[in-house]
């Protein structure tokens, strides 16, 4: 797809900047209204999300940084933001609005519109170095396991053994299982989770077993972050509760004297 130009100024001004947000929220509930199981989520990533995802980028490496799913472009932006030039991204994105957007938004990335499952088709000639990372938002839950790990394969094989492969996603556990990836020799890394996203997110980095940087999470620490997870949660929902009781009516000795309308026990959140 040729990349065309936005005059600059439209995108400079923090007003337009805002207009610009309202609009991806809004092309991204049409894209999901239209077909969620692509869209993979409601809204785009929030920018806690989207700046986690970036740090896992190397800027000090070199070759290009393939992104998968941009979408409307939060993770590029934060790449952008993370000091990597914007003639290194390869923005593969399979929704022809979204395209349209990207190529708007980023004039001097390279936009690939295609299936970024056959991701080897898909960036045939379209690259002109081995990529030193994979940036993906691909939903990939909703892919069979093979699929998944098929994309992880691709990837590598585009790489070479130094690239890392980074994915979030809204699930607990990696969406390519821990073993099917050590079965074909990665390493899995769990990093925390963004609580500040809505739904809260996790990401996870892969790398070649081979290269001297790879990070395994040992699976006794993926448990202790599960417990973890539970336990914020609860407490969450504990301040949440406590908060409410305090703001609610009194029942008893309110202004009016009268029992609450609210029942308390049908709130839920
Ligand atoms: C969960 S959204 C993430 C969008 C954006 N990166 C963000 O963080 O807000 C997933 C994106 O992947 C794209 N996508 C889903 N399946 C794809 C595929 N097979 N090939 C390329 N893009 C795909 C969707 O169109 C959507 O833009």
């Not at 898909?122 to 993906?136: E, I």
């Not at 202790?224 to 009194?250: N, Y």
Request: with cysteine; glycine share 6%; aromatic share 6%.
């Amino acid at each position: 797809m040729s990349a065309h130009r936005r005059p600059a100024k439209l995108l400079a001004s923090p007003k337009n900047r805002i207009d610009l947000r309202l609009t991806d929220e809004a092309r991204f509930i049409r894209s999901w209204l239209e077909n969620p199981l692509l869209a993979g989520a409601i809204t785009p990533s929030g920018r806690f999300l989207a700046r986690a995802m970036a740090q896992c980028v190397d800027p000090a490496s070199t070759g290009p940084i393939v992104e998968l799913g941009p979408g409307t472009g939060p993770v590029t932006q934060a790449l952008l933001a993370r000091g990597i030039a914007q003639e290194r991204l390869v923005l593969v994105e399979f929704e022809p609005t979204f395209c349209h957007l990207l190529a708007q938004k980023f004039p001097h990335a390279k936009i690939v519109r295609g299936d970024a499952y056959r991701l080897a088709d898909t960036l045939a000639g379209s690259l002109d170095a081995p990529p030193a990372a994979v940036v993906s938002s691909l939903p990939l839950l909703t892919k069979p396991e093979a699929s998944r790990l098929a994309l992880l394969r691709q990837a590598f094989d585009l790489m070479g053994p130094d690239g890392r492969f980074i994915q979030f996603t809204y699930g607990v556990k990696s969406p390519v299982p821990a073993h099917l990836a050590a079965s074909q020799h990665f390493k899995t890394q769990s990093l925390a989770p963004i609580w500040l996203n809505l739904p809260p997110a996790r990401i996870f980095i892969y790398r070649h077993a081979d290269c001297p940087h790879a990070v395994e999470t040992r699976p006794d620490m993926i448990d202790k972050l599960l417990r973890q997870s539970r336990r914020f949660g609860r407490e969450i929902r504990d301040e949440l509760q406590e908060a409410r009781s305090r703001l609610a009516p009194k029942e008893a000795g309110s202004p009016l004297g009268e029992k609450s309308l609210i029942d308390p026990k049908s709130r839920r959140f």
